[in-house]
């Protein structure tokens, strides 16, 4: 399944290495052939090893040298790749998608993800590959294949630049961690304990091991998989806790008490921080929660919605010059640091605002507008999307009076206070259902209306 997501699918039935070499040949033919090298990265997955050996050997058969930084969070991938003026980057991860998945995230030299234009390309160069013969090197041009360990250390070095570490220092905060057996593992605890935090962990992997079988929790870090983090927090006495999902891009929070808050929480406790001292527009998508809106306007700027994909994100925020930006699903983007959604950003931003209100997350949560955000999703598979779409929104149009419609990305159904979002997922074979509302009763209702118009 090719998407702006990726090269994705079940290890070896899609993603076979006939497809992986294909694809990574197709990448390669956009690289800019002046710069020699590519990162090289991947989560915990032990398919993530082989996947790796193919692609570095894919890579370096056609003249590039490549730099393979071993376990290493999505974000680090993207970041290194633009701090060691790499040609390009991979991070091989299939993200929150179950264990036996994997795949190809492709990035430019500037860490930015592909763009829709740019996938289709390289959709097309891969179908054309097998026949072609032209761009494999002599075996005197072949590019060398070297190890880089250190790329924790310089995403977490990076992040602390930009944060108001000697603020956070002074709190010397108790933090529990749940990297979900992913690539958090290897960089949490090292990230936190540079800005003085003492460091629980729960489903951490061992360094220098691989995830065998199966993650030790579900792969989202949404609040049925937290019941263990919520647990170590209590235990413990934490100040907050942090879970992660296996690429270590998304960050859902919980609270000193031992609640896992959401993931939706993210994106606007990071913003306040942020925003507190940068006034900026923000960027986030059509999925988001209304707390961005009201977050925006506390302090006085505008949100900018975009479709699902955090490439969309990105290239909003780009395009807007905002400075602050993500999604509802845990990821929080400031661009100066990371041109891509960033667990520890997040997790950086979000102690500072600890640091600097003396509030604890419940507090801070207690003072936020509240809404009641579900998401659901089922089976979807149909040939022709965009007509089928078309005769949802027509029926749509007969049921919700006073609401407006969007199209950009799906079907968002909405007024100022609730929503109703179906979309054709990019990874996955369903349709998947967002509604918001005030209370659990609407929300609901607004979920089978949406379940009804399928």
């Not at 190890?147 to 603020?167: P, T």
Request: charged share 20%; hydrophobic share 40%.
């Amino acid at each position: 399944m090719v998407s702006v997501s990726g090269v994705r699918g079940i290890v070896g039935k899609d993603l076979t290495p006939p497809v992986i070499v294909a694809y990574t040949v197709s990448f390669a033919r956009l690289l800019n052939k002046q710069k020699k090298k590519v990162l090289i990265g991947r989560d915990t997955r032990e398919s993530g090893r082989v996947i790796g050996r193919i692609v570095e050997g894919t890579l370096a058969s056609l003249g590039f040298h490549t730099i393979n930084a071993g376990i290493t969070t999505t974000p680090g991938v993207l970041l290194a790749t633009r701090n060691l003026q790499c040609a390009g980057g991979v991070a091989i991860t299939a993200s929150h998608n179950p264990f036996p998945w994997n795949a190809l995230k492709f990035c430019n030299e500037k860490g930015l993800f592909l763009g829709a234009e740019e996938i289709d390309l390289i959709d097309m160069y891969a179908r054309k590959t097998a026949a072609d013969q032209s761009m494999w090197s002599s075996f005197d041009a072949i590019g060398c294949m070297s190890s880089d360990h250190s790329i924790n250390v310089l995403h977490a070095n990076e992040v602390i630049k930009h944060l108001d570490a000697a603020l956070i220092m002074g709190k010397k905060f108790r933090v529990a961690v749940d990297p979900g057996g992913g690539a958090g593992s290897f960089i949490d605890r090292v990230f936190l304990e540079k800005i003085g935090c003492e460091v629980f962990s729960i489903h951490g992997v061992p360094e220098g091991s691989t995830v065998q079988k199966e993650f030790p929790r579900g792969t989202e870090p949404v609040p049925e998989n937290l019941e263990g983090l919520c647990g170590l927090v209590r235990d413990k006495g934490a100040d907050i806790g942090f879970a992660q999902d296996p690429d270590g891009d998304r960050l859902s929070v919980v609270s000193e008490s031992g609640t896992a808050i959401g993931e939706e929480y993210t994106i606007v406790l990071a913003g306040d921080a942020f925003l507190s001292r940068k006034k900026t527009d923000i960027a986030c998508n059509l999925s988001s929660s209304l707390m961005v809106d009201d977050l925006a306007q506390r302090h006085g700027v505008n949100v900018h919605r975009t479709k699902i994909g955090e490439i969309h994100v990105t290239q909003a925020l780009m395009k807007t010059g905002s400075l602050f930006g993500g999604e509802g699903n845990g990821g929080v983007i400031v661009p100066e640091i990371n041109p891509c959604r960033d667990s520890l950003v997040a997790m950086g931003l979000i102690l500072e605002l600890l640091a600097r209100t003396g509030k604890s997350v419940s507090q801070l949560v207690q003072s936020i507008p509240h809404y009641v955000l579900k998401k659901e999703k089922v089976a979807f598979s149909v040939g022709d999307v965009d007509n089928y779409l078309e005769q949802i929104c027509d029926r749509a149009k007969n049921i919700f009076h006073n609401y407006s419609i969007n199209i950009l990305d799906g079907i968002k159904i909405y007024n100022i206070s609730e929503w109703l979002h179906l979309r054709p997922s990019n990874t996955e074979p369903v349709m998947r259902i967002f509604a918001e509302s005030s209370n659990e009763k609407r929300t609901s209702e607004l979920i089978e209306m949406g379940k009804s118009l399928i």
